[in-house]
């Protein structure tokens, strides 16, 4: 080599044993929701009322139903760590067991809607035509009744139970998804994936099923998330009402009912139930929008 000539560069070699690994879609979503604080918080929240909820028969302090005429309206104390109610049952042990009947209301109510709102938003939106047309008029009337007046007076026409109120709230909720699906398989509809697969010669069901059904699955899951708080808030207020779950078996909102008539001698009984589902509907509100951002393929 002369003087004159630089010498040449170092070849650089990647290490044979460097792989590349394909993230799944459900381990990049949990990773972008480990990363958003609040989210975690209200998944934490969560997971504790449904541990409340199922351990309930092994956790309460007391029977629910149990009455006490010589602890009638304690207040919080060593004994009864949340005070007791207007007949002496401990409220403690009500607001753990009440959370039973709210998660029940808002977990089912949220599974009926799925189930029948899902299927006609994806034949809506995938077959159109005066199918979707037929559809969409009747999912925009029942739109037009707020939420909770529809919910009252399917449970009025039902009769006052639990059961029935489920059912009531589930009704009133699937005209949310049957909108939601059948715009996001209007979008899916026309992407080149869907020709790609119909071009090959999947028929139509496949092509739903297979293909446009799984890719509009997340934004289905961050509604229900979000529509569970809102089933938790309709179950309370249908309780409160009395057309939901009926004594002597607890429930948040029929606590606040028989609350109101002791604000000011016992206003325990109404803090703590109110708490609890302020709690819960802040904890699933706040758990849907971090869920939003780490489904979306579009978040950094």
């Given at each position: 080599?002369?003087?004159?000539?630089?010498?040449?560069?170092?070849?650089?070699?990647?290490?044979?044993?460097?792989?590349?690994?394909?993230?799944?879609?459900?381990?990049?979503?949990?990773?972008?929701?480990?990363?958003?604080?609040?989210?975690?918080?209200?998944l934490?929240?969560?997971?504790?009322?449904?541990?409340?909820?199922?351990?309930?028969?092994?956790?309460?302090?007391?029977?629910?139903?149990?009455?006490?005429?010589?602890?009638?309206?304690?207040?919080?104390?060593?004994?009864?760590?949340?005070?007791?109610?207007?007949?002496g049952?401990?409220?403690?042990?009500?607001?753990?067991?009440?959370?039973?009947?709210?998660?029940?209301?808002?977990?089912?109510?949220?599974?009926?809607?799925?189930?029948?709102?899902?299927?006609?938003?994806?034949?809506?939106?995938?077959?159109?035509?005066?199918?979707?047309?037929?559809?969409?008029?009747?999912?925009?009337?029942?739109?037009?009744?707020?939420?909770?007046?529809?919910?009252?007076?399917?449970?009025?026409?039902?009769?006052?139970?639990?059961?029935?109120?489920?059912?009531?709230?589930?009704?009133?909720?699937?005209?949310?998804?049957?909108r939601?699906?059948?715009?996001?398989?209007?979008?899916?509809?026309?992407?080149?994936?869907?020709?790609?697969?119909?071009?090959?010669?999947?028929?139509?069901?496949?092509?739903?099923l297979?293909?446009?059904?799984?890719?509009?699955?997340?934004?289905?899951l961050?509604?229900?998330?979000?529509?569970?708080?809102?089933?938790?808030?309709?179950?309370?207020?249908?309780?409160?009402?009395?057309?939901?779950?009926?004594?002597?078996?607890?429930?948040?909102?029929?606590?606040?009912?028989s609350?109101?008539?002791?604000?000011?001698?016992?206003?325990?009984?109404?803090?703590?139930?109110?708490?609890?589902?302020?709690?819960?509907?802040?904890?699933?509100?706040?758990?849907?929008?971090?869920?939003?951002?780490?489904?979306d393929p579009?978040?950094k």
């Open positions: 080599m002369s003087a004159g000539t630089a010498p040449a560069p170092a070849r650089v070699h990647p290490p044979e044993d460097e792989t590349f690994v394909i993230e799944s879609p459900g381990r990049r979503a949990w990773r972008r929701l480990r990363r958003r604080p609040a989210a975690m918080a209200s934490a929240v969560v997971l504790v009322i449904v541990a409340c909820a199922l351990l309930a028969p092994w956790i309460a302090p007391y029977d629910p139903t149990a009455q006490s005429w010589s602890a009638v309206r304690q207040a919080p104390s060593a004994a009864y760590w949340l005070g007791t109610d207007e007949v049952r401990d409220v403690l042990s009500r607001v753990i067991w009440g959370a039973r009947a709210s998660l029940a209301a808002g977990v089912v109510s949220v599974l009926i809607a799925m189930a029948a709102g899902v299927p006609l938003g994806l034949l809506a939106g995938y077959v159109g035509g005066w199918t979707d047309a037929v559809l969409s008029r009747l999912t925009d009337a029942m739109l037009a009744i707020p939420f909770l007046i529809l919910a009252i007076a399917l449970a009025a026409f039902l009769g006052p139970n639990l059961t029935n109120a489920m059912i009531a709230i589930g009704v009133t909720a699937t005209p949310i998804f049957i939601l699906t059948r715009g996001q398989v209007l979008a899916a509809r026309s992407e080149e994936w869907v020709e790609a697969a119909r071009a090959v010669g999947n028929p139509h069901w496949r092509i739903a297979r293909h446009v059904l799984p890719n509009v699955l997340p934004p289905i961050v509604q229900a998330t979000l529509t569970i708080a809102t089933a938790v808030i309709a179950e309370a207020s249908l309780s409160f009402l009395g057309l939901g779950q009926q004594p002597p078996m607890p429930s948040w909102g029929s606590m606040l009912n609350a109101q008539r002791f604000l000011a001698q016992a206003p325990w009984m109404a803090i703590f139930p109110g708490m609890a589902i302020f709690l819960t509907v802040l904890a699933f509100n706040v758990l849907g929008d971090g869920l939003r951002d780490a489904l579009r978040s």
